[in-house]
C-alpha cells in the first residue's frame, strides 16, 4: 500500500479546505479510492486541506484518471501530489492533457506499491 497526500499549493485555508472536500466527495462517488482530510497543522481551527489516500496494487491511474476528471471542473486548480519518494505539482494543465499529466505524474505508484 501506498499513501499520498494531495494538496492545493498557493490557495487561501478556507478555500483549500473546500476544494479537498469535494475532491474527496468525487472521488468517493466515481471512484473505488477512499481517503480522508487532514490538517497540514495540528494548532489550526481549520477542518484540514489535505486529502490522504492509500493505494492499492494498480490503482494509481485510476486515482490519476480520477482527479484529472475532476481538474476539468476546475481548471484554476493546483494540485501538489506528495508521496515519500517525492511530490509533483499539477498546475496550468490543459483539460484534456490533466489525465495524461496525472497518470505520467503517478505511473511509478503503480510499480512500487507492495
Not at 494538496?7 to 481517503?35: D, S, V
Request: net charge neutral.
Amino acid at each position: 500500500m501506498k499513501e499520498i497526500h494531495l494538496t492545493f499549493p498557493n490557495m487561501p485555508q478556507n478555500k483549500a479546505n473546500q476544494l479537498a472536500q469535494e475532491l474527496l466527495g468525487y472521488l468517493n462517488t466515481n471512484t473505488t479510492e477512499k481517503g480522508s482530510i487532514t490538517k497540514e497543522k495540528d494548532n489550526t481551527q481549520d477542518f484540514g486541506a489535505t486529502l490522504v489516500l492509500v493505494l492499492g496494487t494498480g490503482s494509481a491511474i485510476a486515482l490519476a484518471r480520477g482527479i484529472a476528471d475532476w481538474m476539468r471542473k476546475k481548471p484554476e486548480t493546483a494540485i501538489t501530489v506528495k508521496t515519500k519518494d517525492g511530490e509533483v505539482v499539477v498546475q496550468n494543465v490543459r483539460s484534456g492533457n490533466a489525465r495524461e499529466v496525472l497518470e505520467t505524474a503517478l505511473k511509478g505508484l503503480n510499480e512500487n506499491v507492495n
